[in-house]
């Protein structure tokens, strides 16, 4: 009978792809899921999937450029990033549409656009490469970007803490009585290109968003922003092992094994978290009866 090291610490250890896949997946769950509970705090969960999916064009372009490589792909995704939330933000502040229609008509173009690119050179394997990433396929290079980009979040994170706090509260208050109102905002949507391009390394430009946004479900669990923030850490590292795991023992995808993990965390919470749907009936009931 196989016991629990053959199932959970066997694949692990005696496997070096699974180390790194497990490293990089840890890192990711460290820096992306507090950057998630913030979007997810702003409304603006639907804005890290369209910045998912504007990252496309500038990575095909790296890959045109250089086929699979690390470094033109990300610097390619960055600028990409970085043109469509500033294009969007110019529309609708120039125009009478707003923000969320110009950044979801940004993102369609750059989507399209990315994925013709891609067709270009390469064939539809390469452009699933892009598109879902190769978890289990990552080397030195990817990890240590990933690596800088964890470090260079929890700096500015613990550096602006309490600015983007405020602003998801009350940011007109922030801006009444502080300057950094407005740098604070393009500083966070920086921190979230910058997440998207290193979880594009690992888990691709469509997967990658959902390591951001699913472990927010810690909303359900506490009403705390530190709190929110650091459950989210634990349930983006339980998605990404077990996941894994999955991954190992039944044989699909990793990088959509480690998401749909990460989804069934969060079904758990809206129905069994304090602040979910059966407590929150059961809470409701009691009230009426007192």
């Not at 490293?23 to 507090?34: K, Q």
């Not at 173009?109 to 891609?118: P, Q």
């Not at 983007?164 to 208050?173: G, I, K, Q, R, Y």
């Amino acid at each position: 009978m196989l016991t629990l090291f053959d199932y959970v610490i066997a694949p692990i250890a005696e496997f070096a792809f699974m180390q790194r896949a497990l490293a990089g997946a840890l890192m990711l769950s460290v820096s992306a899921c507090p950057v998630g509970v913030f979007l997810m705090l702003r409304r603006m969960s639907l804005t890290g999937d369209a910045m998912a999916h504007a990252i496309l064009p500038g990575a095909a372009a790296g890959f045109l450029l250089s086929g699979l490589q690390i470094v033109p792909m990300t610097i390619g995704g960055l600028i990409a990033g970085i043109v469509v939330a500033l294009g969007a933000g110019a529309v609708a502040r120039l125009t009478i549409q707003k923000e969320d229609a110009s950044m979801a008509a940004f993102y369609l173009i750059s989507l399209s656009f990315g994925a013709l690119m891609v067709s270009l050179r390469g064939s539809s394997v390469d452009l699933m490469h892009v598109l879902f990433g190769t978890v289990l396929a990552l080397n030195n290079d990817a990890l240590t970007l990933i690596g800088l980009v964890a470090a260079l979040t929890l700096g500015i994170l613990s550096i602006f803490w309490r600015a983007l706090v405020a602003e998801c509260l009350d940011p007109l208050f922030l801006r009444s009585v502080s300057r950094l109102g407005s740098p604070v905002h393009f500083i966070f949507l920086g921190l979230v290109v910058v997440n998207l391009v290193a979880g594009f390394q690992a888990l691709g430009t469509l997967l990658s968003v959902g390591l951001m946004i699913l472990p927010a479900a810690a909303r359900f669990w506490s009403q705390r922003v530190g709190i929110m923030c650091l459950l989210a850490i634990a349930l983006g590292m339980l998605s990404s092992v077990c996941g894994l795991l999955l991954s190992y023992h039944a044989s699909p995808p990793a990088g959509p094994a480690i998401i749909l993990s990460a989804g069934v965390a969060y079904f758990v919470s809206v129905v069994a978290s304090p602040r979910g749907i059966l407590l929150a009936r059961r809470l409701r009931a009691a009230h009426r009866t007192a």
